[in-house]
């Protein structure tokens, strides 16, 4: 099993550009969710989801987008990049039992907005 | 905030010794999980306590837990020079919303 993966690993935007970031996981699980970790604040949850066709908000979700049409993927797009967005963001994935269970992360990407 | 507090932020010991960190939370909570992030790097599940447990054990590592006082402690016994990690706590708070909640972490030098 790959476990989850992330692309890109590195990414450059300029300010008011778009991107998606790609989180893909291969273990069936039914959570999937999105956290970016800035120096000095830990890890924030912008947006998660429960299963295909079901997401949800977190606790910093404004100026991202996400959607979950597969178990497998869960794409975060940002709608129109601001240097506040640079960050690194994590994806992580876990079986729902209807608890939030043991998180298996992904690498992470780096994403600098100029 | 509704997010776990770790403390000390940092901690930096010989090897051999042993390492504590706390985690102090406002709320009740449902499970409380610890992660460790190597520098760069993703972060990886260490232990899951839920509420009705007091103490867990898995090699090293012992967490327990008392929701009376809000509060869980991670011991890392015999501490190696590749502990040398981020440490974080992350709480599930329950209830019909599925966040888990992390600390700002706590980063642990140990000194070979």
């Known amino acids: 099993n790959a476990g989850v993966t992330q692309t890109p690993k590195f990414q450059v935007l300029k300010t008011g550009q778009s991107m998606t970031l790609q989180c893909a996981q291969d273990m069936n699980h039914e959570y999937m969710s999105w956290y970016r970790q800035d120096p000095g604040m830990g890890l924030r949850l912008i947006h998660y989801s429960v299963g295909a066709g079901i997401t949800d908000q977190g606790e910093v979700p404004n100026g991202y987008n996400v959607s979950r049409s597969t178990t497998e993927d869960f794409p975060l797009r940002l709608l129109s990049a601001a240097p506040s967005q640079t960050s690194v963001y994590f994806c992580a994935s876990s079986y729902h039992s209807g608890r939030t269970g043991e998180q298996y992360f992904g690498p992470g990407t780096r994403l600098t907005v100029t | 905030s509704q997010q776990g507090e770790e403390d000390p932020q940092a901690l930096s010991i010989q090897e051999g010794e042993n390492a504590t960190m706390n985690c102090s939370y406002k709320?009740?909570?449902?499970?409380l999980q610890w992660y460790r992030q190597n520098s760069g790097r993703g972060l990886v599940h260490l232990i899951l306590?839920?509420?009705?447990?007091r103490e867990k054990h898995s090699g090293r590592l012992r967490v327990t837990l008392d929701t009376s006082k809000k509060s869980s402690s991670l011991l890392i016994t015999a501490s190696r020079a590749a502990d040398t990690a981020s440490y974080f706590c992350a709480t599930d708070f329950g209830g019909s919303n599925y966040k888990l909640t992390f600390g700002k972490g706590t980063l642990l030098t140990v000194n070979p």
């Open positions: 709320t009740s909570i449902n499970n």
């Open positions: 306590i839920r509420s009705n447990e």
